[in-house]
């Protein structure tokens, strides 16, 4: 087993340093580095910009590109929540309470300089879990029929939504629509119409750049524009030579470090429960077990590091589901998935077996593009800065040309134009109505396939529903189901959602639909 | 007396309008649903998944709205009101129409003037906005933009055109 693990890591080496391989990941990780830092622009709103850009490329490289987006915008998050006190992204936002006043107390270098060493640290323990656990988890997977890839799937949309933040039936409201707005357009097995209103444009379902970009483009430029509080950039001069920790720095941030990466993992195992989560609870954690939990908040070395490892280690993690059982774990998945269906490759277990070179190539640019990063972060540390300057009255009508012409591109078609300003619209709506739209998405990319599995089981099983619960591995994941369901009842009528939630919230903002909810202020009001 | 105040905190809860709005597309749902053929369980079809997606939508708006009755702050706390504390309608207008602008004139007249009017369009919605630097940021994205899609990534559009008929 692991034998053939590495071997194929060897394999994805070969493939990933490809000159056109690497420089794709090289583009990823730049491009992800850069939105991560610019408050207002996230990693799901940039991937599905690049999404279009991608359809003549190979899927080696379109994925290489995507994941590196993803994981880029990681280490520029931090940037953000350090030196600016800017939880630009949520899954940074805990590390603000012990990043900004290392900065005030003038030691922001160090926090920055100690946070890319974890982060590379938890990225890589993410990796590897991700070679070894695969392959395990293929091998099981590949005994399921449609049954349990149906249960499978209830399981992953259940806990995707409610697991997320904000109220946990509102999630699920948004998964059902996500999954009745992935059953626009032809059925596959009958060929009739559903939902087209007579648009022969939507024959072919809603296109899922134009869905993506309407909810996390521009229904959050219309949730932040004119929102956004100037930059302070009093902190924000940083040079290499600040980076550097002490030796008594890295005593201390060793142990948080590894802390973070082992919650990180863990909590990449449970799907839903994606690098937000994960960077909560590894706070949490740390401050629990500290023996002087009162400092934490004052600039503690741990409070950054800890969260750090944890998020990084969370989102290399997150991968394992995607790749080997064709279940994202949130939105962004969702959409790297959607990113394969468009390059024409099935999402599954078969995916190691049939495409190796996508999944060994993607593991190992994991390695070369963390390394990348470090290299950066590290002495271009400057460069990034001054980017967080720019002010959001450029970035947002700029990011407007890039969704009408990357929905555009998707299909040389002006009628996804109007798509995606309507699903902006829509998408505004409900973030005014507190839901999160990111569910949407998720079910939307599961949709289809649920749908067809949903129906071939019914087929198999000559249209007894109790299929599910009488094959054993299916009747594991529906009580997993039923186990979650009853949980969040039970929380809510004890009136207390779950225990890290309260915390998530303080620090994120009573309301949190967007990436900027916390940087909200009130705006003057207009004379 | 008591009725009508309790009334009045229920329409102003915006988990309300939530669970309502949730019915209401449920309802459009699963009415459309059924006028696509349900089939049986075992040869499903095509209407019956978005049928009970539609009908499940209702139940869930139902209890969202339920859930907004109950005492007590919900989620939202304070701010129960359906409009952020500035609205921004100007803002909100440019940001749509900057896409409909985009698709006008880069239908008629090409992609550089689509492009240069999404970009000054959505522009003026900024509080701080002033002509020139709207007209400046317009050009730049216009002139990047354009090199990068129409010669570099090849985007079947041209660049400056002409359709006389409207």
Same mark, same amino acid.
């Not at chain 1, 994805?12 to 730049?30: Q, R, S, T, Y």
């Not at chain 1, 931090?78 to 630009?88: D, V, Y």
């Not at chain 2, 007209?135 to 985007?155: D, H, M, N, P």
């Given at each position: 087993?692991?034998?053939?693990? &590495?071997?194929?890591?060897?394999?994805?080496?070969?493939?990933?340093?490809?000159?056109?391989?690497?420089?794709?990941?090289?583009?990823?990780?730049?491009?992800?580095?850069?939105?991560?830092?610019?408050?207002?622009?996230?990693?799901?709103?940039?991937?599905?910009? =690049?999404?279009?850009?991608?359809? %003549?490329?190979?899927?080696?490289?379109?994925?290489?590109? &995507?994941?590196?987006?993803?994981?880029?915008?990681?280490?520029?998050?931090?940037?953000?929540?350090?030196?600016?006190? &800017?939880?630009?992204?949520?899954?940074?936002?805990?590390?603000?309470?012990?990043?900004?006043?290392?900065?005030?107390?003038?030691?922001?270098?160090?926090?920055?300089?100690?946070?890319?060493?974890?982060?590379?640290?938890?990225?890589?323990?993410?990796?590897?879990?991700?070679?070894?656990?695969?392959?395990?988890?293929?091998?099981?997977?590949?005994?399921?029929?449609?049954?349990?890839?149906?249960?499978?799937?209830?399981?992953?949309?259940?806990?995707?939504?409610?697991?997320?933040?904000?109220?946990?039936?509102?999630?699920?409201?948004?998964?059902? &629509?996500?999954?009745?707005? %992935?059953?626009?357009?032809?059925?596959?097995?009958?060929?009739?119409?559903?939902?087209?209103? %007579?648009?022969?444009?939507?024959?072919?379902?809603?296109?899922?750049?134009?869905?993506?970009?309407?909810?996390? /483009?521009?229904?959050?430029?219309?949730?932040?524009?004119?929102?956004?509080?100037?930059?302070?950039?009093?902190?924000?001069?940083?040079?290499?030579?600040?980076?550097?920790?002490?030796?008594?720095?890295?005593?201390?941030?060793?142990?948080? @470090?590894?802390?973070?990466?082992?919650?990180?993992?863990?909590?990449?195992?449970?799907?839903?429960?994606?690098?937000?989560?994960?960077?909560?609870?590894?706070?949490?954690?740390?401050?629990?077990?500290?023996?002087?939990?009162?400092?934490?908040?004052?600039?503690?070395?741990?409070?950054?590091?800890?969260?750090?490892?944890?998020?990084?280690?969370?989102?290399?993690?997150?991968?394992?589901?995607? @790749?080997?059982?064709?279940?994202?774990?949130?939105?962004?998945?969702?959409?790297?998935?959607?990113?394969?269906?468009?390059?024409?490759?099935?999402? /599954?277990?078969?995916?190691?077996?049939?495409?190796?070179?996508?999944?060994?190539? =993607?593991?190992?640019?994991?390695?070369?593009?963390?390394?990348?990063?470090?290299?950066?972060?590290?002495?271009?540390?400057?460069?990034?800065?001054?980017?967080?300057?720019?002010?959001?009255?450029?970035?947002?009508?700029?990011?407007?040309?890039?969704?009408?012409?990357?929905?555009?591109?998707?299909?040389?078609?002006?009628?996804?134009?109007?798509?995606?300003?309507?699903?902006?619209?829509?998408?505004?709506?409900?973030?005014?109505?507190?839901?999160?739209?990111?569910?949407?998405?998720?079910?939307?990319? =599961? %949709?289809?396939?649920?749908?067809?599995?949903?129906?071939?089981?019914?087929?198999?099983?000559?249209?007894?529903?109790?299929?599910?619960?009488?094959?054993?591995?299916?009747?594991?994941?529906?009580?997993?189901?039923?186990?979650?369901?009853?949980?969040?009842?039970?929380?809510?009528?004890?009136?207390?959602?779950?225990?890290?939630?309260?915390?998530?919230?303080?620090?994120?903002? /009573?309301?949190?639909?967007?990436?900027?909810?916390?940087?909200?202020?009130?705006?003057?009001?207009?004379? | 007396?008591?009725? $009508?105040? $309790?009334?009045?905190?229920?329409?102003?809860?915006?988990?309300?309008?939530?669970?309502?709005? *949730?019915?209401?597309?449920?309802?459009?749902?699963?009415?459309?649903?059924?006028?696509?053929?349900?089939?049986?369980?075992?040869?499903?079809?095509?209407?019956?998944?978005?049928?009970?997606?539609?009908?499940?939508?209702?139940?869930?708006?139902?209890?969202?709205?339920?859930?907004?009755?109950?005492?007590?702050?919900?989620?939202?706390?304070?701010?129960?009101?359906?409009?952020?504390?500035?609205?921004?309608?100007?803002?909100?207008? !440019?940001?749509?129409?900057?896409?409909?602008?985009?698709?006008?004139?880069?239908?008629?007249?090409?992609?550089?003037?689509?492009?240069?009017? !999404?970009?000054?369009?959505?522009?003026?919605?900024?509080?701080?906005?002033? +002509?020139?630097?709207?007209?400046?940021?317009? $050009?730049?994205?216009?002139?990047?933009?354009?090199?990068?899609?129409?010669?570099?990534?090849?985007?079947? *559009?041209?660049?400056?055109? +002409?359709?006389?008929?409207?």
């Amino acid at each position: 087993m692991i034998e053939q693990a &590495l071997s194929g890591l060897w394999y994805g080496f070969g493939v990933a340093f490809e000159p056109h391989n690497i420089m794709w990941c090289f583009v990823g990780v730049l491009v992800g580095n850069m939105v991560g830092v610019l408050p207002g622009m996230g990693p799901l709103a940039t991937i599905s910009i =690049l999404l279009p850009l991608t359809f %003549g490329m190979k899927p080696v490289g379109a994925i290489l590109m &995507l994941g590196g987006v993803m994981y880029g915008a990681q280490y520029g998050g931090a940037i953000c929540s350090i030196l600016l006190n &800017l939880p630009c992204h949520p899954p940074h936002a805990v590390t603000c309470l012990d990043g900004f006043p290392m900065t005030k107390q003038g030691r922001g270098g160090v926090a920055l300089g100690l946070t890319v060493f974890a982060s590379f640290v938890g990225a890589s323990w993410g990796i590897t879990e991700m070679i070894f656990l695969s392959p395990l988890l293929v091998k099981a997977a590949l005994q399921f029929g449609p049954a349990e890839v149906c249960s499978l799937m209830l399981l992953g949309l259940l806990a995707g939504s409610t697991l997320a933040r904000g109220s946990p039936i509102k999630g699920v409201a948004m998964t059902v &629509l996500g999954l009745f707005l %992935g059953s626009v357009g032809t059925d596959l097995e009958t060929g009739s119409e559903r939902y087209t209103f %007579g648009m022969t444009e939507l024959d072919d379902g809603i296109e899922l750049i134009a869905l993506a970009l309407g909810l996390f /483009g521009i229904a959050e430029f219309m949730n932040s524009v004119n929102q956004v509080a100037p930059i302070n950039t009093k902190y924000t001069n940083v040079s290499i030579k600040d980076m550097r920790p002490t030796k008594a720095d890295m005593k201390r941030a060793f142990f948080p @470090m590894w802390r973070g990466t082992i919650v990180g993992s863990l909590c990449s195992l449970i799907p839903g429960t994606g690098p937000t989560i994960a960077s909560f609870v590894a706070y949490a954690t740390e401050k629990k077990i500290s023996r002087h939990p009162e400092k934490f908040g004052t600039g503690l070395i741990e409070g950054v590091v800890c969260p750090e490892a944890s998020t990084h280690s969370s989102v290399q993690g997150d991968f394992i589901p995607t @790749m080997s059982l064709g279940i994202p774990g949130d939105a962004v998945m969702a959409l790297l998935l959607g990113a394969l269906m468009i390059q024409g490759i099935v999402p /599954g277990p078969q995916l190691i077996s049939q495409h190796p070179d996508i999944f060994w190539g =993607l593991v190992a640019s994991f390695w070369i593009g963390n390394i990348m990063l470090v290299l950066l972060n590290v002495p271009l540390i400057g460069i990034w800065v001054k980017m967080l300057a720019i002010p959001y009255r450029y970035l947002y009508p700029s990011a407007m040309f890039f969704v009408c012409i990357g929905v555009y591109a998707a299909n040389n078609d002006f009628f996804q134009v109007g798509e995606v300003a309507v699903i902006g619209l829509f998408g505004y709506v409900l973030l005014r109505l507190g839901f999160h739209p990111a569910p949407i998405l998720l079910g939307f990319v =599961l %949709g289809p396939r649920f749908e067809e599995n949903f129906r071939r089981a019914m087929l198999i099983s000559r249209g007894d529903i109790l299929v599910f619960v009488e094959r054993p591995i299916s009747a594991v994941f529906v009580a997993l189901c039923a186990i979650l369901i009853g949980s969040q009842i039970y929380f809510r009528l004890r009136g207390a959602k779950a225990d890290l939630e309260p915390a998530a919230e303080n620090v994120v903002g /009573g309301e949190a639909p967007a990436s900027l909810a916390a940087q909200r202020v009130p705006a003057t009001p207009a004379e | 007396m008591r009725f $009508s105040t $309790s009334l009045r905190e229920l329409i102003g809860k915006r988990d309300f309008y939530a669970g309502g709005l *949730m019915l209401l597309l449920g309802l459009g749902i699963a009415l459309k649903g059924t006028t696509y053929r349900a089939g049986t369980l075992m040869h499903m079809g095509p209407g019956f998944l978005p049928t009970a997606l539609g009908v499940l939508l209702m139940l869930l708006g139902i209890a969202i709205a339920g859930a907004s009755l109950a005492p007590g702050p919900d989620e939202h706390g304070g701010d129960q009101s359906l409009l952020p504390e500035h609205p921004q309608w100007w803002a909100w207008f !440019c940001i749509l129409m900057s896409p409909i602008a985009f698709i006008f004139f880069g239908r008629y007249f090409g992609m550089a003037p689509g492009t240069f009017a !999404c970009v000054f369009i959505a522009a003026l919605g900024d509080k701080t906005a002033s +002509w020139k630097g709207t007209i400046i940021l317009a $050009s730049v994205v216009t002139v990047f933009g354009v090199s990068l899609f129409s010669y570099f990534l090849q985007v079947p *559009m041209p660049i400056l055109t +002409w359709r006389g008929e409207f």
